[in-house]
């Protein structure tokens, strides 16, 4: 997808950096930390913050926001990730996050909230079709019988957004 585009990835674990590089060649990578991008002022017209938010705490997020903007040019549009937080009756049953390393998953009006707080404001979003479930030792167990099963990953993650497991992607552009 990237291919017909000029990109930098960048992470602060070099493991993932080199995953990445393997993966997609074409692409330039860089240790960085969210909190201080190592890049110019309004440098990129795309910023991808794909499932990073969550692993956060509250005090932190905005800065990283804050951070995504700074490097994001003034027609840009930052694309953001993160499971949906909104709290549903078998979230209280079966467990909050999809994550055990994320601090907190934010329901929709927090995320919007974050990026005005951050200096954007979000022009749209949507639920994206994939497989998160509720953390823990059996849904984990569940996860990795159909790893190599293509034909149940797409019933099941249905199964789970319909629970409120589901992941929601954002378009956000700066504020002028």
């Known amino acids: 997808m990237l291919s017909a585009y000029r990109s ?3 992470d602060v674990n070099l493991e993932r950096l080199r995953f990445a590089a393997g993966e997609h060649p074409g692409c ?8 201080h991008l190592g890049f110019r002022e309004r ?14 705490p509250d005090r932190e997020r905005v ?10 040019s003034d027609r840009g ?18 467990g909050a996050k999809c994550e055990k ?7 929709q009006a927090e995320v919007e909230d974050l990026v005005r707080d951050g200096g954007g404001s979000v022009i749209g979003h949507r639920p994206v079709q994939g497989l998160i479930q509720p953390a823990g030792k059996v849904t984990a ?6 790893a190599d099963k293509p034909g149940l990953r797409g ?4 199964m789970w957004a319909s629970l409120g497991y589901r992941t929601l992607l954002y378009a956000a552009a700066r504020v002028r």
């Open 8 to 10: 930098v990835g960048a």
């Open 28 to 35: 330039s990578y860089t240790a960085q930390s969210a909190f």
């Open 43 to 56: 440098t990129f017209d795309a910023v991808l913050c794909l499932e990073v938010i969550e692993h956060f």
């Open 63 to 72: 800065k990283v926001i804050t951070e995504l903007f700074r490097v994001l």
């Open 77 to 94: 549009i930052l694309i953001l990730s993160t499971p949906d937080g909104r709290s549903t009756p078998w979230k209280i049953l079966l």
């Open 101 to 107: 390393s994320h601090f907190r998953e934010l329901p």
């Open 141 to 146: 167990m569940i996860a990795h019988c159909v």
């Open 155 to 158: 019933p099941l993650g249905e």
